[in-house]
């Protein structure tokens, strides 16, 4: 389709033609001083705006963008600079990306330091957790894509605060789980809260129910941007303690850390009254990926280039189920320098139409904690607590907290799912909060609830192919306190 007059009343930015030629006009090979903010900012707002809309011209400026962070890679880092000795040569744009060597979590704890581009300046370090066993990861931020990142948001935001009469103010939770996802800079001003135990809780609604005198602020926190699990746990108690907040103050809600239930996540946004966004992000690099109500997927943010490996033949594919690669992109980030980092997490990559992106994704779980059910089609273990969550009669850990009537009720059913093995079939072991024995019918009953929710709730290849093989999937309900404690941090 040509840049048509109709396309233009639409908008008033650029048709995709003339978009894609603003790209071509670009030097073929960047340099970081191509790459400014005052040149990215107005190009990625389009992008951001209409991301299917300028499809073709952003896949020319990711390869290009591409190309420009593989050389810097290999130029400004000891590591990359052996791994890549021979890529960045020549044009590295997505198609050549799939030649390059992957990065596993294994060898940037070995090589933690090798990674670190040598032209950017120490600014402050963030960590992510990994797994239990694992000491924390230490990323490292430099000062200048840190002030790279202010000076494209606040291009970015330019109109936005002009129409605003204050910033906001938010809060913003920092977790030893999930370690502290890199906030965007210069927007508003943030409450660090952490809401792991009592106090947090009641200092989070302490500040979410007070008012505030900061200059050119709002009065009233009006953002959250905390994990999941907090989001449950200060629901839990502000409907415990019956305390609600004015119905229009909270204009925004987003989480991260786990996946959400669709029930609660209605339950959750009916009482704070806005909608809750859903955000896969990654404490390793800027940008990640939003789960999108238009379409029910999630879609990536142009900061990072993923990539879905197929499990067994590690080949890149462009629609089914795999390990998620990526690739975060020069400048927004600089110096803890990631090429095709292996994220260990299993999704589904398909096509849409939806006008937020073309490609969507499903996050299905961990891969080590992923069972293949038959060839090619994976069910993943957060998918699955995403659909027993709300199945009655299951028990659930405590929380720890003391100030919760029930400091179970925000935290996950306690199940496991088999590991990934080869006889195709799925098998689920719940415990109950009832004695099976005693209750029978109950028992068939929850028993018939979570079938259901399996044959219905899960990512649809693997739903219908149970609605199809019943007998691969075993059931197996616990009287209560039998199943051992387990972490669900990397569920
Ligand atoms: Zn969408």
């Known amino acids: 389709m040509h840049g048509t007059q109709e ?16 790209i071509k006009d670009l030097p073929a090979r960047l340099e970081p001083e191509h790459v400014g903010s005052a040149v990215m900012a ?5 992008v951001l705006a209409h ?3 300028y499809e073709e011209g952003f896949a020319l400026l990711r390869d290009k963008m591409i190309d420009l962070t593989v050389r810097m890679a290999r130029e400004n880092t000891s590591y990359y600079g052996k791994s890549l000795e021979t890529a960045g040569h020549k044009f590295t744009g997505y198609e050549q990306l799939e030649e390059l060597p992957l990065v596993t979590k294994e060898s940037i704890y070995e090589h933690e330091y090798g990674i670190i581009s040598d032209i950017t300046t120490f600014g402050f370090v963030t960590f992510t957790t990994g797994t239990i066993s694992q000491r924390p990861l230490l990323i490292q931020r430099s000062l200048e894509e840190q002030q790279y990142l202010q000076n494209f948001f606040s291009v970015l935001q330019s109109n936005r605060f002009e129409s605003e009469a204050s910033q906001p103010l938010g809060i913003s939770e920092g977790s030893m789980n999930h370690g502290a996802v890199l906030k965007i800079p210069g927007f508003g001003y943030n409450f660090m809260v952490e809401l792991i135990r009592d106090y947090g809780v009641l200092r989070t609604v302490w500040l979410l129910q007070n008012e505030f005198d900061f200059p050119g602020h709002q009065r009233k926190v009006s953002k959250l941007n905390i994990t999941y699990m907090g989001l449950c746990v200060l629901y839990q108690y502000m409907e415990q303690e019956n305390i609600r907040l004015p119905e229009d103050q909270l204009d925004a809600i987003t989480i991260f850390g786990w996946p959400v239930p669709p029930k609660r996540k209605k339950a959750m946004e009916d009482f704070f009254g806005t909608g809750i966004t859903d955000n896969f992000s990654m404490s390793e690099m800027f940008g990640g990926a939003r789960y ?3 379409c ?16 067994e033949t590690g080949g890149r594919i462009d629609e089914g189920v795999g390990e998620l690669v990526i690739t975060p992109l020069f400048p927004f980030s600089q110096r803890f320098v990631l090429i ?7 999704v589904k990559i398909y096509d849409t139409d939806c006008p937020a992106g073309k490609k969507a994704y499903k996050f299905k779980g961990r891969l080590q904690r992923s069972v293949k059910i038959a060839p090619g089609i994976y069910a993943g273990e957060a998918e699955v607590a995403k659909a027993i969550d709300d199945v009655p009669g ?5 929380s720890g907290f003391s100030i919760l009537n029930d400091p179970s009720a925000p935290n996950w059913p306690k199940f496991k799912i088999n590991e990934l093995h080869e006889d195709f079939k799925l098998g689920l072991t719940a415990e109950l909060t009832f004695s099976p024995e005693e209750k029978p019918g109950l028992l068939k009953n929850t028993k018939k609830q979570i079938v259901k929710r399996l044959t219905q709730d899960l990512t649809s290849e693997v739903s219908s192919w149970l609605q199809t093989n019943t007998d691969a999937l075993t059931i197996r309900l616990a009287a209560p306190d039998t199943l051992s404690e387990r972490d669900y941090w990397n569920l």
């Open 292 to 294: 999108c109500d238009n």
């Open 51 to 53: 991301p299917a809309r």
């Open 340 to 346: 095709r980092y292996k994220t260990s997490d299993l």
């Open 42 to 46: 107005p190009l990625f707002s389009h």
């Open 296 to 311: 029910g997927g999630f879609h990536f943010e142009p900061f990072v280039v993923p990539e879905v490996l197929n499990v």
């Open 7 to 22: 396309e233009r009343n639409v908008t008033s930015g650029p048709t995709s033609e003339e978009f894609t030629n603003w």
């Open 394 to 398: 299951l028990s659930r850990p405590s």
